[in-house]
């Protein structure tokens, strides 16, 4: 198999698109500040995230218009695995979006694929849920029509390398750096469907894998001799399927040498905040890695900063070898405009007058600085101390931030 540049500060002509995710207007926006060179969406149907709010079509064409107006671009997933009967809202939906000019099309089903590339002039790319793990299938894709494969997750470098080199360079590759992995082979999990009759392949995932099992009483015992059952427990609970999060932002470069010209990270269901850290995060190491110049402590150090669950370079290096979790901070509020007498924010977690917070921000320079809160008012211009309602707007006196920074409790 070809072999892969290790890491260095070798400067990469093309630079790598980043990729960020999008439940809703508010996210995107989010994301688009903060360094995405691209977004992935869905509407409400036909794809895999129906616990997100997703786009109507009036969102849908309101987040087209929003990506490219900043010269970015949108793609949106109709990656469930259909029946039969869901074929029959297709062809008006694949209309729409191509009335809306959006950028790309993100699909699993190979029926799905078929009636897009016929119907539309839509770039078709292969999603994840695909599970295109060599390059024999990978020619096959880009045989119909696909301008994009979206790798396995299960692929190492060198398989991804040896990819790249089978396919036409007008076939794009994919792939996540960071997120949670799924236990089941590429996502196609048949678990929640078991337990609550709810389909992950279909958008309804109950996130199985996260929660906390125990046996029933008497069901696994110590040895024969012994009548107690043994509790499986890890800290506070035991979650035999729940893995670490991906996590590449050291490796970038690797990922790039080996072919992938697109850095995706996982997470449309998560929060502003969570989507405001990972993206600003990869923005600032791609421009580093593309620039030359190594990326500083304090950028690859960010990503610990929004809730995790420990880490690991996923199978990128051979099987998963599990990374200290970060300690995550409390996202406290969001900038909602830079009023006449301050910053007006929006609460998310309690703070107080006198509290020291750290900024994140979309700008360098405000970024990673820290302002002691100040006098608070409320929309009715009466003075607060203790901010304990959810999502209150309050005008912090005298603070300059810019619209969608946060705030955030370091523990420190």
């Known amino acids: 198999m070809p072999s892969v540049k290790k890491y260095s500060t070798a400067k990469v002509l093309n630079k790598p698109e980043l990729l960020a995710p999008a439940g809703d207007l508010k996210k995107l926006e989010v994301a688009l500040e903060y360094g995405a060179d691209a977004v992935y969406i869905a509407g409400k149907k036909l794809g895999m995230r129906a616990a997100c709010k997703n786009f109507d079509y009036g969102e849908l064409k309101a987040a087209a218009l929003a990506a490219h107006c900043r010269k970015k671009k949108v793609y949106v997933a109709l990656n469930i695995f259909p029946f039969d009967e869901d074929f029959g809202e297709v062809d008006e939906y694949l209309d729409y979006l191509s009335s809306i000019d959006v950028d790309g099309l993100i699909i699993s089903d190979l029926g799905l694929i078929n009636r897009a590339t016929k119907r539309t002039n839509i770039p078709v790319h292969v999603s994840t849920q695909a599970n295109v793990t060599n390059s024999e299938t990978a020619k096959i894709y880009a045989g119909i029509g696909a301008k994009r494969i979206v790798l396995a997750r299960e692929l190492s470098l060198e398989r991804i390398a040896a990819m790249r080199g089978s396919l036409p360079r007008s076939v794009e590759l994919e792939a996540f750096v ?135 370079t996923g199978f990128y290096y051979g099987n998963p070898k599990p990374q200290p979790q970060g300690a995550a901070c409390d996202f406290c509020a969001i900038v909602i405009e830079n009023g006449k007498n301050g910053a007006v924010v929006e609460m998310r977690n309690r703070f107080k007058t006198g509290d020291v917070l750290e900024v994140m921000s979309p700008s360098d320079k405000y970024h990673n600085t820290r302002i002691e809160i100040p006098e608070m008012t409320d929309e009715n211009g009466e003075l607060v101390t203790d901010a304990k309602v959810p999502k209150m707007h309050l005008t912090l006196g005298g603070v300059d931030l810019p619209p969608l920074s946060m705030l955030r409790r370091t523990g420190k």
């Open 178 to 312: 960071h997120g949670a992995m799924c236990v089941s082979y590429s996502g196609r999990c048949l678990l929640s469907a078991y337990l609550s009759g709810r389909s992950a392949n279909r958008g309804e995932c109950n996130q199985a894998c996260r929660m906390r099992f125990a046996p029933e009483k008497g069901e696994v015992r110590a040895s024969e001799e012994c009548e107690s059952s043994l509790e499986i427990i890890e800290d506070d609970g035991t979650y035999i399927f729940g893995g670490n999060d991906l996590k590449m932002i050291e490796h970038l470069n690797e990922l790039a040498s080996a072919g992938v010209t697109s850095f995706k990270i996982e997470g449309r269901v998560k929060s502003e905040y969570y989507i405001g850290c990972i993206t600003g995060a990869y923005r600032r190491a791609i421009d580093c890695m593309t620039s030359g110049k190594p990326a500083p402590t304090d950028v690859l150090s960010e990503p610990t900063k929004a809730p995790n669950r420990g880490f690991n």
